[in-house]
């Protein structure tokens, strides 16, 4: 998470509309609020998720840590974020979508993201990403399907033209099982 955070501290700045596609336990959610919503600006945070569970803990971590000023700058969707576009304001560009793919930390291991639905994800994160954003997927591929879903991602990832956007990937050389960290740079 360190090295996701610092990344985006380069990118993200008060004021800037940000997008959660996957909230999970809501630590990325919290970061990227607390990122975008300053003393002097106050930014946007959407956040989705298909578990209840995932939204819920999302909740109560925000409501027990951000002000109640800050807390109004985060808005939560029971959504797949396959749909992100469903959402967003027209003509909105957003800073940063960040992705934690896989399963629910604490939750069923059964419930994944999949390869089909992430890469409309990132289809629908490609559209609405305005210039100097980035696209942050943390992929894990140690379960049952991550390995097929990060090379989705990866896939989708080179296919990106040149021209328009630089992309890199980060791994655990000793951790052969461990999280790949992607990054789509538009610029």
């Known amino acids: 998470m360190w090295l996701i955070c610092r990344v985006w501290r380069h990118v993200v700045r008060g004021g800037d509309f940000v997008i959660d596609a996957t909230c999970g336990n809501g630590h990325d959610t919290l970061a990227l609020a607390k990122m975008v919503c300053t003393e002097s600006r106050k930014g946007l945070i959407y956040g989705m ?16 840590t951000l002000s109640p000023n800050e807390r109004q700058h985060v808005r939560l969707f029971p959504l797949c974020h396959s749909r992100m576009e469903d959402i967003l304001p027209k003509g909105l560009s957003a800073r940063l979508v960040a992705f934690n793919l896989g399963y ?12 089909e639905t992430t890469l409309l994800a990132l289809d629908a994160a490609a559209k609405v990403l305005g210039s100097g954003g980035l696209i942050s997927v943390m992929s ?19 296919k990106l033209p040149t021209t328009t956007w630089v992309s890199s990937e980060y791994e655990i050389l000793n951790r052969p099982s461990g999280p790949v960290l992607i990054f789509l740079f538009r610029r």
């Open 140 to 158: 894990y591929i140690g379960h049952r399907g991550g390995r097929e879903e990060y090379e989705t991602v990866r896939s989708f990832a080179t």
């Open 104 to 115: 629910l930390p604490g939750g069923s291991k059964e419930l994944i993201t999949r390869s």
């Open 49 to 64: 998720d298909v578990q209840q569970s995932a939204l819920q803990n999302t909740s109560c971590l925000l409501d027990s």
